[in-house]
């Protein structure tokens, strides 16, 4: 079941032993979730350095696999979320709006799931996938950075740490022009 609030659905998870209010964004890239809702070693053994923007602001986050996540009853192994601040910057608006709420529930979460909205009873149905072979198992197993091409320039926007971007000194702002001697342009 969900609450539609101010135009939101809005979801009740469990992260651990934490019950938290969550927007049902099914469009959402990335789970979000704040730091209060965490629990600490979980944070402390994540992936910093990422930053979670919206056409609003920008936050400071960390990746971090998520131990246990349950939505309308069903266990999610092996997921994923961005850890931001408690007062993300989304959070004065919602506060403003009288949102509740600590995140959202986004893509790491649903693309383990066929979807069906029941609108007329307020509620998500979801089944399960029975073979995730389509869910990536090395999404953050990578160099350790990430990139926008603009312009036919190749910017760092991202370096996550630990990474072997970090260790060779990559920042945020570099721009790439080749990858093993190929030109990136």
Not at 24 to 35: C, K, M, N, Q, R
Not at 140 to 158: H, K, P
């Amino acid at each position: 079941p969900y609450t539609f609030d101010q135009g939101l659905p809005i979801v009740e998870a469990q992260v651990g032993d934490a019950a938290v209010q969550l927007i049902a964004d099914t469009g959402s890239g990335v789970t979000i979730l704040t730091e209060s809702q965490v629990d600490p070693a979980v944070l402390a053994s994540g992936i910093t350095g990422y930053v979670w923007y919206t056409s609003y602001g920008s936050d400071p986050g960390t990746v971090v696999r998520l131990p246990s996540f349950e939505i309308a009853g069903v266990q999610v192994q092996d997921s994923w979320a961005v850890v931001v601040p408690d007062d993300f910057h989304l959070a004065e608006l919602f506060g403003l709006m009288g949102l509740d709420v600590q995140g959202f529930v986004g893509i790491p979460v649903y693309r383990r799931f066929f979807i069906s909205v029941i609108g007329e009873e307020s509620r998500y149905e979801l089944f399960p996938y029975d073979d995730l072979s389509h869910v990536p198992t090395d999404e953050w197993d990578r160099v350790g950075l990430e990139i926008m091409r603009e312009a036919g320039a190749v910017e760092v926007t991202m370096v996550f740490e630990p990474s072997d971007a970090a260790d060779q000194g990559i920042v945020p702002g570099d721009e790439i022009t080749a990858v093993d001697g190929a030109d990136v342009s």
